[in-house]
């Protein structure tokens, strides 16, 4: 079953700070996050597991509330090249291997 | 290495053609994926292989035929496709199975005439 992603948009300037949510109605395993540009290929950004485990590389980071099924991308001072749009990706304990993707939540920063 | 390469990077076909996409990558991957992406829309799973055996299929009709001939190639057979087919196809690979990075390739662009 498809996770969902929220907001499905969202517009920013230069250095300001973003929030992107998954949630899911089924128990998860992991938790998955990309990023494409526009005619691009998708990008891993992070996984986090069953465990509650927060995850981070420069300024993104990324939660797993397992017992509520739901994960959260933190961009923090954002820059232009953080623009694309971000798909979460879920593993359930019941889909084997199947990693199913959000609708994908388009980010825009601006000057 | 950390490439997956696509060819044809685009494809115009007719209903009636036979085709095939490639894929490869030399990252030592045992596990291959074909998904397939319309705009606008997130990549939806069509298949998986795992160690060259199709692990799954997730219903895919079967106008679309992969083939993996061996651990770094990657193919999809494409004949009598209908113009709802045109889309992105993006093959990837990871290390294993399960939770593990995808690799993408920059994707196949297919237009059914």
């Known amino acids: 079953q498809q996770p969902v992603q929220s907001p499905q948009a969202v517009i920013l300037r230069e250095g300001e700070d973003a929030v992107i949510n998954c949630s899911s109605s089924?128990?998860?395993?992991?938790v998955h996050w990309y990023r494409q540009k526009h005619g691009e290929a998708p990008v891993f950004l992070m996984i986090l597991l069953k465990g509650g485990e927060q995850k981070g590389h420069d300024k993104i980071s990324a939660s797993f509330n397992e017992k509520k099924q739901q994960s959260s991308l933190y961009l923090t001072a954002s820059q232009l090249s953080y623009s694309g749009t971000y798909f979460c990706?879920?593993?359930?304990?019941?889909?084997?291997?199947?990693?199913?993707f959000g609708e994908g939540t388009q980010l825009t920063v601006n000057p | 290495d950390t490439e997956v390469t696509q060819t044809p990077k685009h494809l115009v076909m007719g209903m009636t053609n036979k085709k095939s996409l490639k894929c490869e990558q030399h990252m030592g991957h045992r596990a291959m994926y074909w998904y397939k992406q319309k705009a606008k829309k997130p990549p939806e799973l069509m298949f998986v292989y795992s160690y060259e055996k199709l692990s799954i299929n997730e219903s895919v009709p079967s106008r679309f035929s992969p083939e993996c001939p061996n651990s770094s190639l990657l193919n999809l057979h494409l004949h009598a496709l209908q113009p709802e087919d045109s889309a992105l196809y993006l093959c990837a690979s990871s290390q294993g199975l399960s939770t593990g990075e995808l690799f993408f390739g920059e994707g196949s662009r297919l237009t059914v005439l």
């Open positions: 089924k128990a998860l395993y992991s």
């Open positions: 990706g879920t593993e359930s304990e019941t889909s084997g291997s199947r990693l199913t």
